[in-house]
Nanobody, 122 residues
Framework: QVQLMESGGGSVQVGGSLTLSCKVS????????MAWFRQAPGKAREGVAC??????RYADAVKGRFTISKDNAKSSLFLQMNSLIPEDTAMYYC?????????????????WGHGTQVTVSS
């Protein structure tokens, strides 16, 4: 059974940085695509970044500030977040898609973690 567990969330001030981690157990991430999504209160869940065999993609709102990476040997996914702004405040989720190509649509991902909270204050 594939399980995903996020960590690394917290509270930071505007301009600060955080690195989120997602540990995958019960399955590989080597040949599959992975992604980070986020959901703010009262808003729909949105794709933040994904990484797959065809490279990585980012939402326009985070381009140039966030970097997604993964360590296949450790079955771990990461999201380095810099220059954080209050609009980045949300619950962040990692997800795995059983396909090679990465997409930023939540409907394409079969496995999800429970999320880690990121709060950015001014």
């Amino acid at each position: 059974q594939v399980q995903l567990m996020e960590s690394g969330g917290g509270s930071v001030q505007v301009g600060g940085s955080l690195t989120l981690s997602c540990k995958v157990s019960g399955g590989t991430i080597m040949t599959y695509s992975m992604a980070w999504f986020r959901q703010a209160p009262g808003k729909a869940r949105e794709g933040v970044a994904c990484i797959g065999g065809d490279g990585s993609r980012y939402a326009d709102a985070v381009k140039g500030r966030f970097t997604i990476s993964k360590d296949n040997a450790k079955s771990s996914l990461f999201l380095q977040m810099n220059s954080l702004i209050p609009e980045d405040t949300a619950m962040y989720y990692c997800a795995r898609r059983s396909q090679y190509r990465c997409l930023l649509s939540e409907y394409e991902y079969e496995y999800w973690g429970h999320g880690t909270q990121v709060t950015v204050s001014s």
